[in-house]
């Protein structure tokens, strides 16, 4: 089994909508989760971290579900500037450096 | 917020050249800095995890002799790709941390794109 697991799409999806992403891990010591998003040959860029109790930041919205060891993301009222890829991340319980998943792309169509 | 840079942004050189890759906090003092790489619709690898002045801890399947690091100071780490290949050719990717716990945010660096002819 993988680390991070993720659906890669692409998720194409029109101006507007809501879109939800959803990633597994395997590793039940890890203690910190993120949220990343990587455009195009850049850098990833830290969306948000994802708190057991569920967090919320503007028009997206983590969850954390720790005895399923997932974690999901919601986009509402998406954007043409959404469209990136997506990166589900974990931190190695215990060891420094994070663990990312291949990244799910998503397409924000007008 | 937490800026890191690095440099050169990318590179070209031939086959069996070394080259090193300079990754800087701008803002903050670094206790640890990583070095990851990213193939072509591939994930994020951790590569090593650098403590300043002391050595770097090199992933499974990393070899420490080819990717030499260098962390000479709270602000500045180096990775140098000693007799790179056509097979090192990668986005290589550093970051760095303020604090000691695991749980502290990275800051990511752009990247530096490593094209071996």
């Known amino acids: 089994r993988k680390e991070v697991e993720q659906d890669p799409g692409p998720f194409n999806v029109p101006e507007g909508a809501t879109v939800a992403f959803n990633c597994t891990y395997s590793?039940?010591?890890?203690?910190?989760f993120f949220w990343y998003r990587q455009d195009c040959r850049k850098e990833p860029k830290l969306l948000m971290s994802?708190?057991?109790s569920g967090n919320e930041d503007g028009r997206f919205t983590a969850q954390l579900n720790r005895a399923s060891q997932y974690i999901s993301l919601l986009i509402r009222d998406s954007k043409l500037s959404d469209s990136a890829t997506y990166l589900c991340v974990v931190n190695r319980g215990g060891a420094d450096g994070l663990t990312f998943g291949k990244g799910t792309h998503l397409i924000i169509q007008p | 917020g937490a800026v890191v840079s690095q440099h050169p942004s990318w590179v070209i050189c031939k086959s069996g050249t070394s080259v090193k890759i300079e990754c800087r906090s701008l803002d903050f003092q670094a206790t640890t800095m990583f070095w990851y790489r990213q193939f072509p619709k591939q994930s994020l690898m951790l590569m090593a995890t650098?403590?300043?002045?002391?050595?770097?801890?090199?992933e499974q399947g990393v070899e420490k002799d080819k990717f030499l690091i260098n962390h000479a100071s709270l602000t500045l780490s180096t990775l140098t790709v000693t007799s790179a290949h056509p097979e090192d050719s990668s986005f290589y990717i550093c970051?760095?941390?303020?604090?000691?716990?695991?749980?502290?945010?990275?800051?990511f660096g752009p990247g530096t794109r490593l094209l071996v002819l």
């Open positions: 970051s760095a941390k303020r604090g000691a716990s695991v749980l502290e945010t990275q800051y």
């Open positions: 590793n039940s010591a890890s203690q910190s």
């Open positions: 650098s403590n300043e002045g002391s050595k770097a801890t090199y």
């Open positions: 994802v708190y057991s």
